[in-house]
């Protein structure tokens, strides 16, 4: 059989034992370790496997995941996302829809310190659901904001997923945290903007307006003092020049921030501040953001003493569980993707697509439109990793009219984009699962109906970000 027949035969093979329910890692690693075998010999994939397990896991820059999973482990322990969501509520509980549109504002927040989410999804499940429905909102469209408000953990900086798809095409992980931002900012307000249509078209989903509640902790007087001190500083040093436009804005954001804030919540806004602020202003990289934000959290929890000795002891097991779970579907991919380079199934496709006279973008919509398919039966990381050897080499080989550093930034926030369509899309949508195992009584057909609509704003962002790619390189080309 010839590499290529092999190789399909392999991504035959895999699926069926992804379906038959083994280990994605496993499925990928043990195709991928026959398939070598087949295509070289046993003893040059044990030779392989010898040097290439250790050099993968020795490298510094996979530190970086554990770090972002502990940061958010610890900031969901510590009552933050309770926090976020109880001053979203209080600024935009008034209005029609206003409850979940504050579901969507946490989440959003909540995304800059979790990069997952799976755990952004079952932390919002229990912190808003029961307000959702407490103030009668119909449970697909209390469901259905969760399961997409969790998508935003992914989406916003840091992000997990962006992580590995960075670490598997050798991208700098900041300027893919950079061009992920406003796609990420985009979502959250198409998010808000369905909403208000939802219930504007149909206002039995959701009460006219929810009771203001008051914030978790009085807002003390220094907070705005300080916000107010804040502006002013920026002002001045702007008026003599010390500061440029951006930096000034940028300071008086945080002293809008400041101003409106519950005081429960700011240090965590703080912590996303610094972590994102400063691996895009390169004062320090992803790797040492990600440690300085574990630690920050931690001593956040501590501080506002929300953190007990066990639930340390719990974000250290869930970041071990998960890292691990990461770590191996990495291995698996890396095998995987030996095998294929030895079939030259990569190369051959890269070939086969660029003679067919089919336009880049024709060819970046057919495999967009794969991955949304996909992504409704596979899991989001499974499917970059299995994906990403036959096409990163296919898009590289396109012309797009821009440079080609700056198309596998903008195709990883694509991919990032129809990751986060495979998690609520039916027939599977992981988050749906999520959410729906938390709230038993709502039937799934229910949280299904209630994320379609969302479901075509992101299309509707899809072809916003494909049409215009300064959208997601914006921020590249400015901060570089």
């Known amino acids: ?28 690693l043990l195709v991928g370790a026959f398939g070598y075998s087949q295509l ?16 993968q896991f020795a490298n510094y820059t996979l530190s ?7 940061m958010g482990a610890l900031a969901e322990r510590a009552g933050i996302a309770k926090a976020l969501f109880s001053t979203s509520e209080h600024l935009l509980g008034r209005f029609r829809g206003g409850l979940a549109m504050a579901v969507i504002g ?16 079952a932390t919002f499940g229990r912190a808003a659901l029961p307000e959702l429905r407490k103030y009668g909102y119909d449970v697909g ?22 992580v590995v798809y960075a670490i598997t095409t050798e991208q700098n992980i900041a300027k893919l945290f950079q061009a992920a931002l406003i796609p990420g900012l985009l979502a959250a307000f198409f998010y808000c903007v369905t909403i208000a249509i939802m219930v504007r078209r149909n206002p039995c989903l959701a009460p006219v307006a929810a009771p203001v509640p008051p914030v978790a902790s009085p807002k003390p007087r220094w907070a705005k003092i300080l916000a107010g001190l804040v502006v002013a500083a920026a002002a001045i040093q702007w008026g003599r ?6 930096d000034a804005l940028a300071v008086m954001a945080l002293g809008g921030v400041i101003a409106i804030v519950d005081v429960a919540v700011m240090p965590a806004i703080l912590v996303a501040i610094v972590v994102v602020g400063g691996i895009y202003g390169g004062i320090f990289t992803p790797t040492e953001g990600a440690a300085i934000g574990a630690i920050a959290m931690l001593l956040v929890g501590l501080g506002q003493r929300s953190l007990t000795w066990a639930d340390i002891v719990a974000a250290l097991r869930q970041t071990a569980e998960t890292s691990g779970m990461i770590f191996i579907i990495l291995l698996g991919a890396e095998v995987f993707g030996a095998f294929l380079a030895l079939s030259r199934l990569p190369t051959i496709a890269a070939e086969a697509v660029g003679g067919s006279g089919l336009s880049p973008y024709m060819v970046l919509i057919a495999m967009l439109a794969f991955y949304i398919l996909l992504g409704a039966v ?11 050897p036959v096409f990163f080499p296919v898009i590289q080989g396109l012309d797009f009219g821009i440079p080609a550093d700056e198309v596998a930034i903008w195709f990883g926030v694509l991919v990032l984009i129809v990751v986060g369509i495979g998690l609520t899309a039916p027939p599977i949508g992981l988050n749906v699962f999520v959410i729906n195992s938390m709230a038993r009584d709502v039937p799934i057909t229910a949280t299904y109906r209630g994320v379609l609509p969302f479901i075509a704003a992101d299309i509707i962002r899809l072809v916003l970000v494909v049409a215009v790619p300064g959208i997601s390189l914006w921020l590249v080309r400015f901060f570089n």
């Open 1 to 28: 059989m010839s590499g290529v027949g092999l190789a399909l035969l392999g991504f035959g093979v895999m699926l069926a034992l992804i379906a038959l329910r083994a280990p994605i890692g496993l499925a990928m």
């Open 64 to 70: 970086v995941i554990p770090l972002f999973i502990l």
């Open 378 to 388: 596979m899991d989001e990381l499974a499917m970059i990793l299995l994906t990403l």
């Open 241 to 246: 020049g010390v500061l440029a436009w951006d």
């Open 106 to 121: 946490a989440c959003t927040a909540f995304g800059a310190i979790c990069g997952s989410s799976v755990a952004t999804t």
């Open 40 to 55: 070289s010999s046993f003893t040059a994939f044990f030779a392989y496997m010898k040097t290439n397990s250790y050099h």
């Open 141 to 162: 469209l209390a469901t259905g904001t969760i399961a997409v408000g969790g998508t935003l953990g992914i989406l916003i900086p840091p992000s997990v997923i962006l």
